[in-house]
């Protein structure tokens, strides 16, 4: 999911508006806003894209000078309109709206517990946890209660919440999700990815830290933890594919490690080709840095079409399979008679890639040699990103030749934890990299209630 909030700014409906544009590519499923106005609060969301949500003037019906924006990614409960974003909340003292990217590995738990107190939910989705504990910690301060409710949760997540007089924001103790500080004429504002900051010309000023809870009010911005601070733990596959090129996480651009892991890829893992093609669009940046180490030439050899939204966010696997044919093709005039290099950043559940590399074969492609870049995808994520279980993933069940034929290429070869490490100058065991590497090594920086039950419930 992608989040977005600013401060008194007297456009702000507008601005989250851009700004949740610019983090589409976050969470197809849903969008939604929530403002403060003199006359309460007041929200609009919708299932689909955010220019399908505010398609009918329904921007110009909010106004007021504090907002908040999300888009959603269903990893936690079903894409309903119920468990659409920002939730809102009024308790007999405060309003509340919250805007959640990332997933709790104790949530169940959590409900479970707070049912049995006699809480009544009205969604599936984790974040209407949180919004119970805020409600029911009994501190009189939000902040406080924020602070409190946060104490119970544990997971990934990036917070943006909007109370009848501040915005505030929090990040997981381990900075498994990133969020980003920024400023515009003077008001503050909060976007997970750098790219929202300069779509709406504001200036970044920092990421804000694991274990930080900020609070922005009137009178100025205060900064608190929550929680000790831990090794740091960045989601290691934002930079591989989830966030924007041209965004910067935690100090480091997007673009420039994935030409980094195409680098090292074409340095450890060569192949002889022709030409090189990355997938469009996650894996160009990859297959470009590839090229470059490689001095084969590189080659948009498959075209993707721009109007429409990623194929993993489509819920059925029937409608995923159709996606994908309508999403690329293979340029037949360059790929004709040619050795590919085939970069791809992932593989998730194998689908993808057999047809990408079957249309290459019809294009007249005379090899197809698959280079992936990064280590095989064998674990489900807990934090926010994936909604494949395990048994879907072809890595968890096949082995690298399994897949290589599965998919139908005459060569696969994936990076090692190692080497992806290194794409971030680290060179150390990949057990103390600042990064989680969880979806590779099945090494969860946390624990993990949840599943626990489920293991104990079967
Ligand atoms: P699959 O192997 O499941 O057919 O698809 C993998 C492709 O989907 C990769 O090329 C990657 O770019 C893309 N992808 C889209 N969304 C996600 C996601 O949430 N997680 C992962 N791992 N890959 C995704
Ligand atoms: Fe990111 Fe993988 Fe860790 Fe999930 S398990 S937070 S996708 S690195
Ligand atoms: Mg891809």
Do not use: W
Request: overall charge negative; aromatic content about 6%; hydrophobic content about 40%.
């Amino acid at each position: 999911c992608g989040v977005f909030g600013i401060f008194q700014h007297e456009k702000a409906p507008e601005l989250t508006y851009f700004a949740l544009i610019a983090l589409q590519h976050r969470g197809q499923e849903a969008a939604g806003m929530a403002v403060m106005s003199v006359d309460g609060m007041h929200s609009h969301k919708g299932l689909g894209l955010v220019s399908d949500v505010f398609a009918n003037g329904e921007l110009s019906e909010l106004s007021g000078v504090n907002a908040i924006g999300h888009v959603r990614y269903s990893t936690a409960g079903e894409n309903t309109i119920q468990n659409a974003q920002p939730i809102t909340v009024a308790t007999h003292r405060h309003h509340l709206a919250i805007a959640h990217n990332g997933n709790l590995v104790n949530a169940r738990q959590l409900r479970i517990g707070l049912e049995l107190e006699g809480s009544l939910f009205q969604s599936t989705s984790d974040t209407e946890v949180i919004a119970h504990l805020i409600a029911r910690s009994g501190e009189e301060e939000m902040v406080s209660a924020v602070e409190s409710a946060l104490q119970d949760i544990s997971g990934g997540f990036a917070l943006v919440m909007l109370t009848d007089d501040q915005l505030i924001a929090a990040r997981d103790p381990f900075g498994l999700r990133p969020l980003v500080l920024g400023e515009l004429d003077g008001s503050y504002c909060l976007a997970s990815e750098t790219c929202a900051l300069e779509t709406i010309g504001a200036r970044y000023l920092r990421d804000i830290e694991p274990g930080e809870l900020i609070t922005i009010q009137s009178d100025g911005i205060i900064s608190r933890r929550f929680a000790e601070p831990r090794q740091r733990r960045m989601c290691t596959f934002e930079y591989i594919y989830f966030a924007r090129p041209d965004s910067d996480i935690d100090g480091y651009n997007v673009h420039a490690v994935r030409k980094k892991l195409g680098k090292i890829l074409a340095e450890r893992h060569p192949a002889d080709g022709d030409i090189v093609i990355g997938v469009p669009d996650s894996s160009i940046s990859a297959a470009s840095g590839f090229a470059e180490a490689s001095k084969i030439p590189f080659e948009m050899g498959l075209i993707k079409n721009k109007y429409i939204a990623r194929t993993f966010i489509q819920p059925s696997q029937e409608l995923r399979d159709m996606g994908v044919r309508m999403k690329l093709n293979a340029v037949r005039g360059i790929v004709d008679g040619k050795r590919v290099v085939l970069i791809d950043d992932s593989i998730v559940r194998g689908t993808t890639i057999r047809r990408i590399v079957q249309l290459l074969r019809n294009a007249g492609a005379t090899e197809v040699h698959l280079r992936i870049s990064s280590p095989p995808y064998k674990n489900p994520c807990h934090y926010g990103i994936d909604t494949a279980t395990r048994r879907q993933l072809i890595a968890a069940t096949h082995s690298v030749e399994e897949i290589c034929r599965e998919v139908g290429a005459d060569s696969l070869e994936y990076m090692t934890v190692e080497e992806l490490m290194e794409a971030f100058q680290f060179t150390g065991p990949h057990e103390h990299a600042p990064f989680c590497n969880a979806c590779f090594t099945g090494r969860y920086p946390t624990d993990l209630p949840d599943q626990e039950k489920d293991k104990a419930g079967t």
